[in-house]
């Protein structure tokens, strides 16, 4: 019995000592037909080699379209670790180089590193199939031009798409955008234009431009005659912006620019002469210290027109509100004093939000709130108001002072889809305590909530309302503000309106006295 154990333990190990063998020459074997299918992959054209990285066997143009998605600064770390994207890198579409895309969020974008850096990754970037170029830098000195002309004579070849060149507030000098780059050669594909302080002056008629359809000049220097050449040969514009171009002193928008939809304007401040052609205008944004001109053309559909200037009665005046019946969102705003009431020259049967801010000194002591009532009336179909009188209620008179019946308009209109009112800044000043009573009986069955902020000290802009601390002179009205809004206002309310008062917080009612 031990020697047929013995026999069949020694049977049993040359079986596995067999296995072992055949499993080597099998592995062998697959090493050396894996070498000769990649020997045979190096001699094959580049346009049809497929890479491979972690088993995946995909197209050239694949591999180049995924690196494509990365940000520049990983495609580049990438390319340094994969033979997969060691060539695509340089066929990288955007090239966005900014502090942050290049080096970090630790570099000021103005240090020699970042110079050095953006003059390597072009010089061996290919040139071709770019689509975007995002440059900031945050200065620049006259010796930095003819480095900079060269970068964008690499970049902005055929088929680029969105152009962004940018300069930082304490640049040492002013960069001439070179606009003979602007030829034939990238005019048909450039869809976006953003430039920021530098000098726009071609030496000749540029364009046409047959793709571009949001331009944006920020702080450039660009005149009314150059910016009319430009406009009139990019007739698939829809975004217009045109920010503090103080060199800026006319505008003018032919009515062939039948694709421009938004149209901003700020701080423009030798502008002016505005004269707006561009029938399917739907956005208007002016923010101007004085324009002597304004026309619109007669079939602008303007939905939403937003007027921010020191003196509002006078852009009523020049007949701006009379040609745009279609409006759906009027946004008004003052800083300077305004002392007779505003009136809308017509009535707008489509406005649906109204926002008038009166801050500052934008109202003088014998202003009555109570006039709005009229201009509410002129717009039958709003949802929602909104009305900033963030000031002082020192001089106006109070309901104390004169506790007659509040007044009412005659033939007074009905507002039956407002929906929701707030006054920023509400005081207890008597036209404006009847204001706010005339609209909560006048809009009872379909108000839904009705705001009334005492603090009033929020930096109100279009985006949205910032708190602030608050000033003395309003913690001082807020207990005169309360009883008024108790007295006069509270018991008109109807239970299905939700009344919200917004009184100061701890810490500011804390200080009073102090």
Not at 313 to 338: F, H, M, T, W
């Amino acid at each position: 019995m031990g020697m047929l154990a013995l026999a069949r333990l020694m049977s049993t190990q040359s079986q596995r000592r067999r296995r072992q063998i055949r499993a080597r020459d099998q592995c062998s074997s697959s090493v050396a037909k894996r070498k000769k299918e990649f020997d045979r992959d190096d001699d094959v054209s580049p346009g049809a080699k497929r890479l491979r990285s972690s088993g995946l066997h995909l197209p050239e143009d694949i591999w180049c379209h995924i690196h494509s998605l990365m940000p520049l600064r990983d495609a580049a770390r990438t390319a340094c670790v994969s033979r997969a994207f060691s060539q695509s890198w340089r066929y990288h579409p955007n090239l966005n180089f900014t502090n942050k895309s290049i080096l970090g969020s630790d570099s000021d974008g103005c240090g020699m590193d970042f110079i050095r850096t953006i003059n390597r990754i072009l010089k061996k970037h290919s040139g071709t199939n770019v689509k975007t170029l995002t440059l900031e830098l945050q200065d620049y000195k006259n010796g930095w031009r003819r480095r900079l002309d060269s970068w964008l004579l690499i970049a902005l070849t055929p088929g680029i798409e969105e152009i962004s060149l940018s300069f930082g507030f304490f640049a040492k000098a002013t960069y001439k955008f070179p606009c003979w780059i602007l030829s034939d050669r990238i005019t048909n594909s450039v869809r976006c234009l953003k430039l920021q302080r530098c000098v726009f002056c071609p030496i000749v008629k540029l364009g046409p431009f047959r793709s571009l359809a949001m331009l944006r000049f920020f702080q450039v220097r660009v005149t009314g005659d150059t910016l009319g050449d430009l406009l009139s040969n990019s007739l698939a514009l829809e975004w217009l912006e045109l920010n503090s171009c103080k060199k800026l002193d006319f505008l003018k928008i032919p009515c062939q620019l039948q694709r421009l939809s938004y149209l901003r304007i700020y701080l423009c401040r030798r502008l002016y002469v505005i004269e707006i052609n561009a029938p399917n205008l739907r956005v208007f944004h002016l923010e101007a210290e004085k324009v002597i001109e304004l026309s619109l053309g007669v079939s602008v559909k303007l939905k939403l027109l937003y007027i921010s200037s020191p003196d509002l009665a006078s852009y009523i005046r020049l007949g701006l509100l009379s040609n745009v019946p279609d409006l759906e969102s009027l946004n008004l705003k003052s800083i300077c004093q305004i002392a007779s009431p505003l009136m809308l020259p017509v009535r707008f049967l489509h406005l649906k939000e109204f926002n008038l801010s009166l801050t500052g000194q934008g109202v003088s002591e014998a202003y009555d709130y109570f006039s709005l009532a009229s201009l509410l009336d002129s717009c039958p179909t709003l949802r929602n108001i909104f009305l900033n009188v963030s000031h002082k209620c020192v001089g106006h008179q109070t309901m104390s002072e004169d506790p007659t019946h509040t007044r009412q308009m005659p033939g007074q209109q009905q507002h039956g889809n407002l929906k929701s009112v707030t006054i920023l800044g509400f005081c207890y000043a008597k036209s404006l305590v009847e204001l706010t009573c005339y609209i909560v009986e006048n809009a009872a069955a379909s108000l839904e909530s009705l705001t009334l902020d005492i603090h009033g000290t929020h930096f109100v802009s279009v985006s949205g309302a910032i708190l602030k601390p608050m000033y003395d002179g309003k913690l001082v009205e807020a207990p005169r503000t309360l009883l008024a809004i108790r007295t006069y206002i509270q018991h008109r309310i109807p239970s299905t309106v939700k009344l919200n008062v917004l009184e100061p917080c701890g810490p500011c009612s804390s200080s009073v006295g102090h």
